[in-house]
């Protein structure tokens, strides 16, 4: 009966350095979503997995950020050349068909000094 | 260009009144919103929900009421307890968007409930 969980649970980098944030989704769930949460800002949609179709990838703020899910399970979150306006709690989400409640994980947050 | 706001930043509220946290949002599309509850170092969690045909939905000690024509809804708490204080997020998704539920989040409300 695991959540989402998400790995690590917090990373600080230089700027310029890239970073990969992990999600492993609950068991099951076939759709998967990144979210980001800036300082005093509610949470961005950044992207969308659902099952073997193309992601959804219009949230992503620039092509410094990209994100894979293999397997249609564990997802993970690169972003390349950090910067410091990168910083921010990154959270994984995890839903039972794209329609269903979405299960987040703790977070990860992300400090680009 | 925010489409769903919060402009409460904080509440607090004595245990057993009332807790009323308040959202409004911009995008006519939105069809179906949510509250969810956040306690620091956790994800979201999700609270309750209503779809854009109803005005109201109750769960418990929680309700949403919806008003269309005004673009808010909001969240009541009756009576509120020490164990809700948390940040309490209002979120939206539109039907015709990107992703199924991609949601669009306000940014959140701290509710502080006191003993």
Known sequence: ?113 | DQQVKQNSPSLSVQEGRISILNCDYTNSMFDYFLWYKKYPAEGPTFLISISSIKDKNEDGRFTVFLNKSAKHLSLHIVPSQPGDSAVYFCAASNPYSGSARQLTFGSGTQLTVLP
């Open chain 1, 1 to 113: 009966g695991a959540g989402v969980s998400q790995s690590p649970s917090n990373k600080v980098t230089e700027k310029g350095k890239d970073v990969e944030l992990r999600c492993d989704p609950i068991s099951g769930h076939t759709a998967l979503y990144w979210y980001r949460q800036s300082l005093g800002q509610g949470l961005e949609f950044l992207i969308y997995f659902q099952g073997n179709s193309a992601p959804d990838k219009s949230g992503l703020p620039s092509d410094r950020f990209s994100a894979e899910r293999t397997g249609g399970s564990v997802s993970t979150l690169t972003i390349q050349r950090t910067q410091q306006e990168d910083s921010a709690v990154y959270l994984c989400a995890s839903s039972l068909g794209g329609y269903g409640e979405q299960y987040f994980g703790p977070g990860t947050r992300l400090t680009v000094t």
